[in-house]
């Protein structure tokens, strides 16, 4: 009698599993991952709604805004997005 599946395809097949046991197996992986020891983020999260590495470009925008300019004009010429600067921006005027 023949095996259904071929010697040669097995080491490329993958398990068949159940839905929630897929899920479960993924959240465990990334609950496991260190994203910061990756390199992933290259700067810790201030919890103030941005990173370290964007506190100056926060404070220029503010200080930009403060002048009178646009959330679009401070936006291109710090380099980031106008939603970035809206959200630094809220409550400036």
């Given at each position: 009698m023949q095996p259904i599946i071929p010697a040669a395809?097995?080491?490329?097949?993958?398990?068949?599993?159940p839905?929630?046991?897929?899920?479960?197996?993924g959240t465990e992986r990334?609950?496991?991952?260190n994203r910061a020891a990756e390199g992933r983020?290259?700067?810790n999260?201030?919890?103030?709604?941005v990173r370290a590495a964007n506190q100056e470009?926060?404070?220029?925008a503010q200080a930009m805004r403060t002048g009178g300019a646009s959330f679009r004009q401070i936006a291109e010429q710090i380099?980031?997005?106008y939603e970035s600067v809206r959200k630094w921006c809220k409550g400036v005027n």
């Open positions: 395809l097995l080491p490329s097949l993958r398990a068949i599993i839905d929630g046991l897929a899920t479960t197996r990334q609950k496991a991952r983020y290259e700067t999260y201030t919890k103030e709604g470009k926060r404070a220029q380099g980031v997005s």
